[in-house]
T-cell receptor, first 115, second 110 residues
Framework: ETGVTQTPRHLVMGMTNKKSLKCEQHLGHNAMYWYKQSAKKPLELMFVYNFKEQTENNSVPSRFSPECPNSSHLFLHLHTLQPEDSALYLC??????????????FGPGTRLTVL | RKEVEQDPGPFNVPEGATVAFNCTYSNSASQSFFWYRQDCRKEPKLLMSVYSSGNEDGRFTAQLNRASQYISLLIRDSKLSDSATYLCVVKTSGYSTLTFGKGTMLLVSP
């Protein structure tokens, strides 16, 4: 079974739509992350959750709203997005504190297009 | 100065060649270092961690120079399947935060 799953894999939405991205990890990790990957740019960390608590928010616009109901699930709620928000959104998980725990395991990503 | 800087490439090499990638990082307090590999339209995956003493995994050798804040990855006997983007990654601060470089693209041709 794939360690980190994301749905949907592709999403096209208008600027007035509301949608949600879902991430689930089956690795028993306690930290989960949202990243944005745009063309010609490095991965940008958006949010970090440790034990369901948000520990980092890298100045992400409020039109992106994360939710972490438990250590295995992470959501990214989207509303009134802009065309420049079109990108690959990657979820990752890790288990900090363990030996080798800094390694982050990524899901396959959701490719988002905002029209 | 960018936190993690890499030459974007692409590096075009023939099969069997040896190729080296470099990466510099700006924060001298950085703690851990990694190379990730990302195939086209796929997610990044850990290739190897980088240790102070240098480390080798088969055809791949990673080196760290803390004084110069420099990391390298050497690939020997390149295979077609090595074609990918190689991401230099640094753990700088915070509980578990990683900072990614833009990546270096490698294209291995027959």
């Amino acid at each position: 079974e794939t360690g980190v799953t994301q749905t949907p894999r592709h999403l096209v939405m208008g600027m007035t739509n509301k949608k949600s991205l879902k991430c689930e990890q089956h690795l028993g990790h306690n930290a989960m992350y949202w990243y944005k990957q745009s063309a010609k740019k490095p991965l940008e960390l958006m949010f970090v959750y440790n034990f369901k608590e948000q520990t980092e928010n890298n100045s992400v616009p409020s039109r992106f709203s994360p939710e972490c109901p438990n250590s295995s699930h992470l959501f990214l709620h989207l509303h009134t997005l802009q065309p420049e928000d079109s990108a690959l959104y990657l979820c990752a998980s890790s288990h900090p504190g363990l030996e080798g725990g800094d390694e982050q395991f990524f899901g396959p990503g959701t490719r988002l297009t905002v029209l | 100065r960018k936190e993690v800087e890499q030459d974007p490439g692409p590096f075009n090499v023939p099969e069997g060649a040896t190729v080296a990638f470099n990466c510099t990082y700006s924060n001298s307090a950085s703690q851990s270092f990694f190379w990730y590999r990302q195939d086209c339209r796929k997610e990044p995956k850990l290739l190897m961690s980088v240790y102070s003493s240098g480390n080798e995994d088969g055809r791949f050798t990673a080196q760290l120079n803390r004084a110069s804040q420099y990391i390298s990855l050497l690939i020997r006997d390149s295979k077609l399947s090595d074609s990918a983007t190689y991401l230099c990654v640094v753990k700088t601060s915070g509980y578990s935060t990683l900072t990614f470089g833009k990546g270096t693209m490698l294209l291995v041709s027959p």
